[in-house]
T-cell receptor, first 115, second 115 residues
Framework: DAMVIQNPRYQVTQFGKPVTLSCSQTLNHNVMYWYQQKSSQAPKLLFHYYDKDFNNEADTPDNFQSRRPNTSFCFLDIRSPGLGDAAMYLC??????????????FGPGTRLTVL | AQKITQTQPGMFVQEKEAVTLDCTYDTSDQSYGLFWYKQPSSGEMIFLIYQGSYDEQNATEGRYSLNFQKARKSANLVISASQLGDSAMYFCAMREGGTGNQFYFGTGTSLTVIP
């Protein structure tokens, strides 16, 4: 089945220690998104890639970076995690974001704990 | 103004009963799409159902249907014959035509199915 995969499902890191979360997709979608979701809140878009073009949200902290080495994979790097970065990180994909019918498909998420 | 409003933070329903989760939206675009997602406690955002602004029929997917009232700008999710596995957070979302990548999420409704 075509899907969005995230690894690891649970990640524990120490304050200030860099961490990388990964996402892969078999849907062959053009766009990959990273969201941060804190408890009892809606997901918040951090950035997305449309093919190789990186699009950062205005309020995404510099501490968050992303890489997309190929169509299938996308990484979220948190350079110096703080306690406030503890959250669920969701990866999503979509085919054609220029059209209003475009559906986003999400992975299972990575729950990040910062000690 | 909020793009998506979900006014029910928590809902309870008896198993096998139907339940309606409310969603109202705000847009001046003629072209837009409305989406519902389910998020169980495991964290994955599962796409349930889509309604386009030009669709004359209400969308249905199995036990899920979308009660689309365009003039009232509402897109309520109806779950028929509730099951224990329906207990989850439910998010309403909208994509406007022409804005590309922005997906507007509501704050979610927590549904609990009671045996």
């Amino acid at each position: 089945d075509a899907m969005v995969i995230q690894n690891p499902r649970y990640q524990v890191t120490q304050f200030g220690k860099p961490v990388t979360l990964s996402c892969s997709q078999t849907l062959n979608h053009n766009v990959m998104y990273w969201y941060q979701q804190k408890s009892s809140q809606a997901p918040k878009l951090l950035f997305h890639y449309y093919d190789k073009d990186f699009n950062n949200e205005a309020d995404t902290p510099d501490n968050f970076q992303s890489r997309r080495p190929n169509t299938s994979f996308c990484f979220l790097d948190i350079r110096s995690p703080g306690l406030g970065d503890a959250a669920m990180y969701l990866c999503a994909t979509s085919r054609d974001p220029g059209h209003y019918t475009d559906t986003q498909y999400f992975g299972p998420g990575t729950r990040l704990t910062v000690l | 103004a909020q793009k998506i409003t979900q006014t029910q933070p928590g809902m309870f329903v008896q198993e096998k009963e139907a339940v309606t989760l409310d969603c109202t939206y705000d847009t001046s675009d003629q072209s837009y799409g409305l989406f519902w997602y389910k998020q169980p406690s495991s964290g994955e955002m599962i796409f349930l159902i889509y309604q386009g602004s030009y669709d004359e029929q209400n969308a249905t997917e199995g036990r899920y249907s979308l009660n689309f009232q365009k003039a009232r700008k509402s897109a309520n999710l109806v779950i028929s014959a509730s099951q224990l596995g329906d207990s989850a957070m439910y998010f309403c979302a909208m994509r406007e035509g022409g804005t590309g990548n922005q997906f507007y999420f509501g704050t979610g409704t927590s549904l609990t199915v009671i045996p």
